[in-house]
C-alpha cells in the first residue's frame, strides 16, 4: 500500500513543525543526515521514508534503494514505540522489530519519544514574545504545581486503581492485551484470506461440474 | 544541422509567431522577469498544489543514494533540492536552467537551505546539453519543457546523456481530461492569472505567456509520441488534477 502524496505532505508538514516547536530535536538528527530510515507498518504492508537532516525530516512513500535500517511493527506497536518514556523496554516487550543498522533505527525512535513541546514559545508566535513571556512567568509556577499534583494523583490513583482494587490492568497486561489483539486481527486476516480461498476454489468445482 | 535562420521559420512564442531564433531571447525575457516571483507565483497560481505534483514526481523517480541526476530548467531548485539529500553525498545532482537569473536565484535558495556539496549548477540549453554521453541515472524537466524551442532536439539531447537504463520525466501542464475543467481552467488562466500576475510581480504580460505557453504545449499523447519518437522507451503518462498537469516518463533501454 502506498499513500496519496498529499497524506506524505501533511504526515511531513505535521512532524517537521512538531519537531521545530522542541527546538533542539533538529540538532540530535544531525549525526543522521544522509540516513534513510524505513517504518514498515505491518498488517497494513505499509512504508514510510524518513531522511533527516539537522534542518527537518524529509518523509516519502517509495525509495528504490536500500534503507540504512528498517523499524517493522504492527499499527499498535508502532505506537507504544512512539509514547513509551523508555522505548528500548518497550521494544524488546511488543512484537516491533529493527533490522539494519539497529543502532540508528533504536536512536531515532528514542528521539521522537522524547520531543517535549515549549508551549510559551508556540504562543509567542501567536502573540509575541513580551506578553508571551509574561503569560509565561505567571502561569509557569502554577502550571508546574498543577502539573506536579496532577501527576501524583494520576500516579497514586493509578497505582491504587490497579494494584490495589485491581480494577485496571498494569502496563504489563495492558501491553499484553494489545499483542493479543494484533495476533487476533492478523488471525481474522488469515481466516477471512482462506474463506475467500475457499469461496473460490467451491465456485471453480461448480462451474466444472455445470459443465 | 540544418540552417533554420536562413529558412525564415517562425515557432510560437505563447499564442503569436515569433522567428525561431527569436524564442529562447524572448522566454529568456518572460524569466528574467518573474524570477524574483517565481515561488511565491507558483504558489499562488496553483494554490500550493505544485509542491504536490513536484513530491509525486519525486516519489515516483526511484532515485536512490549515489544517483547522478539532472534536472533540467531546474528553476528555483524545488526539485534538486529533494534529490540532493537522496543521492546523499555519494550521489550528485546538476541544477541546470537556461535563465542565468533562473539558476542565480536557485543556487541562493539551495546554499540558503545550507545545501551544498552535492549540487552543481550549470546553465545550459537543453537542446545541446554539454554532459557527456550515458552519464545520468534520472533527468527531470518540471514544467520546461513547453518554453523549448525545439523540443525534439532537446529529448534527443536527454536520451544521449542518459544511462542506459536511465529515466526522463517530464512534468509538464497537459491537457484536462475532466469534463467542464477546461471552461473553468480557461477563464483561471486568462483572466485570474495575468491579474495575480499584475498585482503580485507587477508584470501580467509575462503570466499571459505562461497561460498561453501552456496551452500551445503538446497533449498527453502527443508529447508520449514526441519521446517514443526521439527513442525513449516504454513510455507511459500519469495526468494529475484531472490532466491540468501530466507526469511524463520514459527510458533509454
Known amino acids: 500500500m502506498q499513500l496519496p502524496v498529499a497524506i506524505l505532505a501533511s504526515i511531513e508538514t505535521s512532524l517537521n513543525a512538531w519537531l521545530a516547536l522542541d527546538g533542539e530535536t533538529l540538532d540530535k538528527f544531525a549525526d543522521m543526515q544522509g540516513k534513510v530510515i524505513c517504518l514498515h507498518i505491518s498488517g497494513l504492508e505499509l512504508d514510510l521514508y524518513f531522511l533527516p537532516d539537522k534542518q527537518n525530516i524529509a518523509v516519502m512513500g517509495n525509495y528504490a534503494g536500500e534503507p540504512d535500517t528498517t523499524i517493522t511493527g504492527s499499527p499498535m506497536a508502532l505506537i507504544r514505540l512512539g509514547v513509551a518514556k523508555n522505548s528500548g523496554k518497550t521494544l524488546l516487550d511488543s512484537d516491533a522489530s529493527i533490522a539494519g543498522d539497529t543502532h540508528l533505527g533504536a536512536e531515532f525512535s528514542r528521539i521522537l519519544s522524547e520531543v517535549d513541546i515549549d508551549w510559551e514559545e508556540l504562543l509567542s508566535k501567536l502573540v509575541g514574545d513580551v506578553v508571551a513571556h509574561q503569560a509565561g512567568q505567571v502561569t509557569s509556577t502554577g502550571f508546574e504545581w498543577l502539573q506536579e499534583s496532577l501527576e501524583a494523583i494520576k500516579l497514586n490513583t493509578s497505582e491504587y486503581i490497579s494494584e490495589e482494587v485491581k480494577l485496571t490492568p498494569a502496563e504489563a497486561e495492558i501491553n499484553h492485551y494489545l499483542d493479543q489483539v494484533d495476533e487476533l486481527r492478523m488471525g481474522v486476516d488469515r481466516l477471512e484470506a482462506r474463506i475467500n480461498h475457499y469461496i473460490l476454489q467451491q465456485s471453480k468445482k461448480d462451474q466444472d461440474n455445470e459443465k | ?250 527510458y533509454k533501454l
Open chain 2, 1 to 250: 544541422m540544418s540552417n533554420k535562420t536562413s529558412e525564415k521559420q517562425s515557432t510560437h512564442f505563447g499564442y503569436t509567431q515569433v522567428p525561431v531564433e527569436e524564442k529562447a531571447s524572448k522566454v529568456a525575457g518572460v524569466f528574467h522577469s518573474v524570477a524574483d516571483k517565481y515561488d511565491v507565483m507558483n504558489d499562488l497560481m496553483s494554490a500550493g498544489v505544485h509542491r504536490l505534483w513536484k513530491r509525486y514526481t519525486i516519489d515516483k523517480s526511484g532515485a536512490k543514494r549515489g544517483d547522478t541526476i539532472l534536472d533540467l530548467a531546474g528553476g528555483t531548485g524545488d526539485l534538486a533540492a529533494k534529490f540532493s539529500r537522496i543521492v546523499g553525498s555519494e550521489g550528485n545532482v546538476v541544477l541546470s536552467d537556461i535563465n542565468g537569473s533562473m539558476l542565480e536565484n536557485g543556487r541562493s535558495r539551495l546554499i540558503d537551505m545550507g545545501i551544498a556539496g552535492n549540487v552543481e549548477y550549470v546553465q545550459a540549453n537543453a537542446e545541446c546539453l554539454p554532459f557527456p554521453d550515458n552519464h545520468f541515472n534520472i533527468v527531470t524537466i518540471a514544467f520546461g519543457l513547453r518554453n523549448v524551442t525545439d523540443k525534439d532536439k532537446a529529448l534527443r539531447s536527454i536520451l544521449r546523456t542518459l544511462k542506459p537504463g536511465g529515466k526522463l520525466m517530464v512534468l509538464e501542464f497537459s491537457k484536462p481530461v475532466v469534463p467542464g475543467l477546461n471552461t473553468i481552467y480557461d477563464q483561471y488562466s486568462f483572466k485570474l492569472l495575468p491579474l495575480i500576475g499584475k498585482i503580485v510581480a507587477n508584470d501580467a504580460d509575462s503570466y499571459r505567456y505562461l497561460a498561453e505557453s501552456i496551452r500551445m504545449h503538446p497533449d498527453q499523447e502527443t508529447l508520449k509520441g514526441m519521446m517514443d519518437e526521439a527513442g525513449f522507451e516504454r513510455t507511459t503518462y500519469h495526468n494529475m488534477t484531472g490532466g491540468i498537469v501530466a507526469l511524463h516518463i520514459g
